[in-house]
């Protein structure tokens, strides 16, 4: 595999990406660890790394990934003790009425499965509306907690799930034939997504610095598909 992560920023301690979609952080039990991100990094930096914020396959953006244990160790604390804010960029399915706002659910994991639930732990996320379309809505999500899929379950919770979510809302692609009128195609061609994933994006990480003790942040745009499919709404979808 020829394939290159792109790097934002490293120094002797961290490394921190934009990571694309449709790669695993770590490898499981189907997937080769040379074709996961810690992997394409390893052999790309040639050097062992220690992976301290998983995300899921199709989710983009801000990564941040240790060089040592001992910083690993310490990023790990920071982000048990929340210290870490991780703002992310999602679409979501519907108009959200409100302008912004906080999901207070417990989350219970058991056995794999991701519950919203009384005797889970507690959950809390934020939210904050940009932009409104006739089928959709942008908004920026950043949550206080930090539990297994709780951006994609919180949203689902309060009946706006991610646009694309095989889990949690509707499966299927995004479509400009879904929203623009009068849309026509040539006869024999066969209409391409604008976006056939998670529609979620980690826009920003902060984080205290290893080598400064200073807090710094990251930030990383949007990639292609999520790019065009707002400019294809912006356009017909309002």
Request: charged share 25%; with cysteine; aromatic share 6%.
């Amino acid at each position: 595999m020829n394939k290159e992560i792109k790097i934002l920023y490293q120094d002797t301690n961290i490394v921190v990406i934009n990571k694309p979609a449709g790669l695993l952080v770590i490898p499981d039990q189907h997937t080769n660890v040379k074709e996961t991100v810690v992997g394409i990094l390893e052999r790309q930096l040639n050097q062992k790394l220690w992976v301290v914020q998983k995300t899921d396959k199709d989710v983009t953006g801000v990564l941040v990934i240790a060089k040592s244990l001992q910083v690993y160790r310490d990023i790990r604390i920071q982000f048990e003790n929340l210290q870490i804010c991780r703002k992310y960029i999602a679409l979501v399915s519907g108009v959200l009425d409100k302008d912004e706002g906080t999901i207070n659910k417990p989350i219970l994991v058991s056995d794999g499965t991701v519950s919203i639930n009384i005797r889970g732990k507690e959950s809390i996320t934020n939210f904050k509306v940009l932009e409104r379309f006739k089928s959709y809505t942008l908004i920026q999500v950043w949550p206080v907690t930090r539990r297994k899929h709780q951006v994609r379950i919180h949203l689902w919770s309060l009946g706006h799930p991610l646009a694309i979510d095989n889990e949690y809302g509707i499966s299927e692609p995004i479509l400009l034939s879904s929203f623009k009128r009068n849309y026509k195609m040539k006869n024999g061609e066969t209409e391409k997504p604008l976006i056939k994933r998670l529609t979620l994006h980690i826009a920003s990480l902060t984080l205290i610095l290893s080598e400064t003790g200073k807090e710094q942040s990251f930030a990383a745009s949007l990639p292609k598909d999520f790019e065009i499919t707002l400019k294809q709404l912006r356009k017909y979808g309002k």
